[in-house]
């Protein structure tokens, strides 16, 4: 027996092939009427969640203050970028 493990499946596609799978699966989804399109505001909420259960695990990372400023600087510029 060896330690490598083999990749069968889905995990052995290219990630092209797998996009398109995954692709497909989120219009046949919404085709029939259960696709959910997130609003601003809940995705906002989800990620809050995710956060909190990520901190609560203690598998969230901490971002120094400097890291926390570049993040800012960047979500900024994208934003003005995006004319938003």
């Known amino acids: ?3 490598e493990k083999s ?3 889905f995990a052995a596609m290219p990630a092209e092939r797998r996009r ?3 692709s497909l699966g ?3 989804a919404h085709a029939k009427g259960v696709g ?3 609003t601003r505001q809940e995705a906002a909420v ?5 956060g909190r259960a990520a901190h609560a695990k203690g598998v969230a990372h ?3 203050s400097e890291e ?3 993040a800012a600087r960047k979500g900024g510029r994208r934003r003005r970028q995006a004319g938003g």
């Open 46 to 50: 989800a990620g809050q969640k995710g």
């Open 20 to 22: 398109a799978i995954a």
């Open 7 to 9: 990749r069968r499946g």
């Open 26 to 28: 989120g219009k046949a």
């Open 36 to 38: 959910h399109r997130f």
């Open 1 to 3: 027996m060896t330690s």
């Open 68 to 70: 926390a400023r570049q």
């Open 62 to 64: 901490e971002f120094t």
